[in-house]
């Protein structure tokens, strides 16, 4: 059981260029969280998904678009990257039938230089 | 809009008690949540508590929760060189709100 899955764990980009963080989970959750982590910043709400086929803002979402076309998957897009989303991004999932906490992923590191 | 906050460095002796604390500030708060945070590693849940407790105990790990003062602690006994770590307090009012984190608290043990 892998649980939740993001790709890639690391990327450079350039100032400008854009690239989409894809999260993966495994466990069936409707719920689906990207937040991003940041020195001093603690974490920071980006967008969620409560099910396939829905989006909504979090905290800071400014820059930032997202998709959930397949209940297994929730991607996260930069479309023209700046140094200010240089960051840590953490994707979680929910199951809330069961149980109240989230899941996480290992993270990925982003540098936009 | 909700806030929850807690001290950002917490430094101990191995083998003495750690107790990193929380407040919010959301009288609804339904569920509040401890995770860790390794070098490197995506967040773990520790434990959590419901609102209508006022302590939860897990082994090493003890919960105090003082809904009056919206005040949130959690005790580590006998904290060892494996406990540093940052640890966050998070907060929910429903299931279907997202948690909102504080800033997480790094705990340094010393040997």
């Known amino acids: 059981n892998a649980g939740v899955t993001q790709t890639p764990k690391f990327r450079v980009l350039k100032t400008g260029q854009s690239m989409t963080l894809l999260c993966a989970q495994d466990?069936?959750?409707?719920?689906m969280y990207w937040y991003r982590q940041d020195p001093g910043m603690g974490l920071r709400l980006i967008h969620y998904?409560?099910?396939?086929?829905?989006?909504a803002k979090g905290e800071v979402p400014d820059g930032y678009n997202v998709s959930r076309l397949k209940k297994q998957n929730f991607l996260l897009g930069l479309e023209s990257a700046a140094p200010s989303q240089t960051s840590v991004y953490f994707c979680a999932s929910r199951d809330i039938q069961t149980n109240e906490k989230l899941f996480f992923g290992s993270g990925t590191q982003l540098s936009v230089l | 809009g909700e806030d929850v906050e807690q001290s950002l460095f917490l430094s101990v002796r191995e083998g003495d008690s750690s107790v990193i604390n929380c407040t919010y500030t959301?009288?609804?708060?339904?569920?509040l949540y401890w995770y860790k945070q390794e070098p490197g590693a995506g967040l773990q849940l520790l434990t959590y508590i419901f609102s209508n407790m006022d302590m939860k105990q897990d082994q090493r790990l003890t919960v105090l929760l003082n809904k009056k003062d919206k005040h949130l602690s959690l005790r580590i006994a006998d904290t060892q060189t494996g406990d540093s770590a940052i640890y966050f307090c998070a907060e929910s009012s429903t299931t279907n709100t997202p948690l909102v984190f504080g800033k997480g608290t790094r705990l340094s043990v010393i040997a």
């Open positions: 466990m069936n959750h409707e719920y």
């Open positions: 959301d009288s609804s708060s339904t569920y």
């Open positions: 998904s409560v099910g396939e086929g829905t989006t």
